[in-house]
């Protein structure tokens, strides 16, 4: 059953869909008892300003004077994410020491008024606390918005799966606890979704468990497939936080990089200034769909003004012609720069794989796949310039796609053809796999548009049962009435059964 007992935080919660002008928090200077003054200090805060920052001190701090008391110091006040990030850095290692003689706790939350239950009731992550961290609709997003990696257990309590997981979960959630990161750096959580189906509805939670990996508050496309074991889940949150930025000693060393990936190309000053930061947390939640490098110092000095780091993207040469593009915002914004890395490495056509095709599937759009000989790079640099050029006010409708013709060779027999017809491309929707007349007839203009036109209308359905539509050319006044071939590619789709153990294979 569904808890439909609302807290006061999750009543001030609905409030935020009232926002016009922008984030509002509750704001309040460092003074004694100044609960009350919290709770109804409302503020708009400015257009750059997009997180509620708390600071919670005991002590006689931030002012020693004569004959000063220990008591609650509270600041809460409109701040930025890297500001956010700073602030708990420099203070979360001191929160540990609550119920000692001194402590601060410093915590950063995105939605209207979110920073309201944080006075209330000073509900702060002990890392003494064992197992996994319940998350409730009044906590998640402070959680998220306060660590850089958050692995969620969503799991139903009648379910026996969710039941045999748990322990091993929180001992899991023990282990990475034990294994000292950085305060913010991780926090493996848990969510019962009969009691918070708000929560699971937000992230399509479907079936029990299902394990979610968050980098930056920012969900990852793919759920956890890997072994549920205290092991395995401990090097997992070990792999995720190593750095995924490859450093460079010289700028000779980027005239070797991949040319049949894309990358990203940091010149900095030195590691620990804060656009550094930034693009590590970038690349992190990006790392699986470009390249991350960064040079500092003398590596990188010919390439930037002094105290001026800048970031480039360089495309794939192998298959593009585009040219080195420079980041032109703010390099300490990580909202900003991760719209322009995610713009530049998820490309308008994209390639599909094994690896990645349950992701694809799971977006729902029907894919336009050329399908090609992986020694064939000539027909995949025409497909996407054609794709760029025609067809870019399409992308919200299909996903533009190529594919290694020899690993799918499946495909192609349902499409009655073989390696040797290569390359061709087809419309998979799903239900059926559509053939495109003819590979030549690509470079035609308007010709993929109307292909995928007649998918939109549903002719390419109708006339693969019924034939050509009344009033076109017919070279047979007989209808032949037929089936198109299956589509192959939704097999590849997540299971709706438990754990993903049923799928078909290709």
Same mark, same amino acid.
């Given at each position: 059953?569904?808890?439909?007992?609302?807290?006061?935080?999750?009543?001030?919660?609905?409030?935020?869909?009232?926002?016009?002008?922008?984030?509002?928090?509750?704001?309040? +200077?460092?003074?004694?008892?100044?609960?009350?003054?919290?709770?109804?200090?409302?503020?708009?805060?400015?257009?750059?300003?997009?997180?509620?920052?708390?600071?919670?001190?005991? *002590?006689?701090?931030?002012?020693?004077?004569?004959?000063?008391?220990? &008591?609650?110091?509270?600041?809460? /006040?409109?701040s930025n994410k890297t500001e956010c990030a700073t602030t708990r850095h420099h203070y979360m290692p001191l929160c540990t020491h609550i119920w000692y003689q001194d402590w601060v706790c410093s915590d950063c939350c995105q939605g209207d008024r979110c920073n309201y239950?944080?006075?209330?009731?000073?509900?702060?992550?002990?890392?003494?606390?064992?197992?996994?961290?319940?998350?409730?609709?009044?906590?998640?997003?402070?959680?998220?918005?306060?660590?850089?990696?958050?692995?969620?257990?969503?799991?139903?309590?009648?379910? /026996?799966?969710?039941?045999?997981?748990?322990?091993i979960f929180d001992d899991a959630a023990d282990e990475v606890t034990k294994a000292g990161y950085d305060s913010g750096k991780v926090v493996m959580g848990k969510v019962d979704c009969d009691k918070e189906g708000a929560i699971a509805t937000r992230f399509h939670i479907t079936k029990y468990p299902t394990l979610k990996l968050f980098r930056n508050g920012i969900p990852a496309k793919k759920e956890y497939r890997g072994q549920r074991s205290v092991e395995a889940f401990s090097e997992f949150i070990k792999k995720?936080?190593?750095?995924?930025?490859?450093?460079? *000693?010289?700028?000779?060393?980027?005239?070797?990089?991949?040319?049949?990936?894309?990358?990203?190309?940091?010149?900095?000053?030195? /590691?620990? &200034?804060?656009?550094?930061?930034?693009?590590?947390?970038?690349?992190?939640?990006?790392?699986?769909?470009? &390249?991350?490098?960064a040079g500092f110092g003398d590596a990188s000095q010919q390439m930037h003004p002094p105290g001026q780091p800048i970031v480039v993207f360089r495309a794939d040469r192998k298959t593009s012609t585009e040219p080195d593009e420079t980041f032109k915002g703010s390099l300490t914004n990580f909202d900003e720069l991760y719209a322009w890395v995610q713009e530049k490495c998820i490309p308008l056509v994209r390639e599909i794989t094994f690896e990645n095709a349950e992701e694809l599937t799971e977006e729902g759009l029907p894919f336009l796949i050329l399908f090609h000989h992986p020694s064939d790079t000539e027909s995949v640099k025409k497909y996407k310039e054609i794709i760029t050029r025609d067809l870019v006010g399409e992308k919200q409708n299909v996903n533009f796609l190529t594919a290694d013709g020899v690993r799918f060779e499946h495909?192609?027999?349902?499409?009655?053809?073989?390696?040797?017809?290569?390359?061709?491309?087809?419309?998979?929707?799903?239900?059926?796999?559509?053939?495109?007349?003819?590979?030549?007839?690509? +470079?035609?203009?308007?010709?993929?548009?109307?292909?995928?036109?007649?998918?939109?209308?549903?002719?390419?359905? /109708?006339?693969?049962?019924?034939?050509?539509?009344?009033?076109?050319? &017919?070279?047979?006044?007989?209808?032949?009435?037929?089936?198109p071939p299956e589509s192959t590619f939704k097999k590849l789709a997540p299971s709706k059964n438990r754990y993903t153990l049923l799928r078909d294979e290709l």
């Open positions: 059953m569904f808890n439909y007992c609302l807290s006061i935080v999750s009543l001030i919660a609905l409030f935020s869909f009232a926002r016009v002008f922008g984030l509002e928090c509750y704001v309040c +200077e460092n003074q004694e008892d100044n609960n009350e003054k919290c709770v109804k200090t409302i503020k708009t805060c400015e257009y750059n300003q997009d997180v509620c920052l708390t600071e919670i001190k005991w *002590g006689s701090t931030p002012y020693w004077s004569q004959g000063a008391k220990k &008591q609650y110091y509270v600041s809460k /006040r409109c239950y944080i006075i209330l009731c000073h509900s702060f992550y002990n890392p003494t606390d064992s197992g996994a961290v319940s998350i409730t609709q009044n906590n998640l997003d402070m959680v998220l918005a306060s660590n850089e990696i958050v692995f969620i257990n969503f799991y139903a309590e009648w379910c /026996r799966f969710s039941n045999m997981l748990m322990p995720q936080l190593t750095d995924p930025i490859k450093n460079f *000693g010289s700028l000779k060393e980027l005239h070797d990089l991949s040319e049949d990936k894309r990358h990203i190309i940091g010149y900095m000053d030195r /590691r620990d &200034q804060p656009e550094y930061e930034v693009l590590r947390k970038v690349a992190a939640s990006l790392k699986d769909e470009c &390249q991350f490098h495909p192609l027999h349902h499409l009655g053809k073989s390696i040797s017809d290569l390359p061709l491309i087809a419309i998979d929707s799903f239900r059926h796999m559509y053939l495109f007349p003819s590979y030549k007839d690509m +470079e035609k203009p308007g010709r993929l548009y109307q292909f995928l036109q007649d998918l939109y209308s549903g002719k390419l359905h /109708r006339e693969f049962h019924y034939g050509p539509d009344p009033g076109q050319p &017919q070279l047979d006044t007989d209808v032949k009435v037929t089936t």
